[in-house]
């Protein structure tokens, strides 16, 4: 399996605060996503990232800041979250974008009361 | 109108039969891509793939360039087969996957 790893697994957090998630690969791949997970919307992408301090906006990415800072991890952070950001968050690896195979981290699931 | 479009929705089975999973697609690629996704858990990938054909085990993927689709089939089903099997595409010389919604299959004893 990838080592790929995806933390909390679970959260709970109230709205207005800031959550940062963080996806942590020792696969020393080059690409890092992140989705959202949500019924009968599948996996939308939020930020992406292509190298350390490069990254690049997804289709839902509003109210989303990514950081890069080293290869091997990419942090997903709400600024001040909303019930709306209530979801299932996944990482995703490639090590050569989408002309490779992904490898996805188990998610998170973020509950915002 | 999603990029990737997957038939059917839900799909229920008895064990045994041979099922067939369809992923139709709008755009060129450079990558076709069959995820598996356990009820509570994470996204696996199983195929990966540009043209022709490929088997693991009892699943089988395959891809028409020309006709943009992909099937991805399951001889002797089973149980433990259930789950939501996810098409996804890299368009040509870009950084991105595209998804489609899911077919949630169950397989029943």
């Known amino acids: 399996d990838a080592g790929i790893t995806q933390s909390p697994r679970h959260k709970v957090t109230e709205t207005g605060t800031p959550v940062t998630l963080r996806c942590h690969q020792t696969?020393?791949?080059?690409?890092m996503y992140w989705y959202r997970q949500d019924p009968g919307h599948g996996l939308r992408l939020i930020h992406y990232?292509?190298?350390?301090?490069?990254?690049d906006k997804g289709e839902v990415s509003d109210g989303y800041s990514v950081s890069r800072s080293k290869t091997e991890d990419f942090l997903l952070t709400l600024e001040s979250a909303t019930s709306s950001q209530t979801s299932v968050y996944f990482c995703?690896?490639?090590?050569?974008?989408?002309?490779?195979?992904?490898?996805f981290g188990q998610g998170t699931r973020l509950t915002v009361v | 109108k999603n990029e990737v479009e997957q038939s059917p929705q839900n799909l229920t089975a008895q064990e045994g039969e041979f099922i067939t999973i369809n992923c139709s697609y709008s755009?060129?690629?450079?990558?076709l891509h069959w995820l598996q996704q356990h009820p509570g858990g994470g996204i696996v990938s199983l195929f990966m793939?540009?043209?022709g054909k490929k088997k693991h085990g009892r699943l089988i993927a395959t891809i028409n360039i020309q006709e943009k689709h992909s099937s991805l089939h399951i001889t002797a089903s089973h149980p433990r087969d259930s789950a939501v099997y996810i098409c996804?595409?890299?368009?040509?010389?870009?950084?991105?996957?595209?998804f489609g919604t899911g077919t949630s299959l169950t397989v029943i004893p």
């Open positions: 995703a690896i490639s090590e050569r974008s989408a002309r490779t195979e992904a490898f």
């Open positions: 696969e020393n791949h080059r690409y």
């Open positions: 990232s292509y190298g350390v301090k490069d990254t």
């Open positions: 755009v060129g690629i450079s990558a």
């Open positions: 793939l540009s043209s």
């Open positions: 996804a595409v890299g368009r040509g010389t870009g950084n991105q996957f595209y």
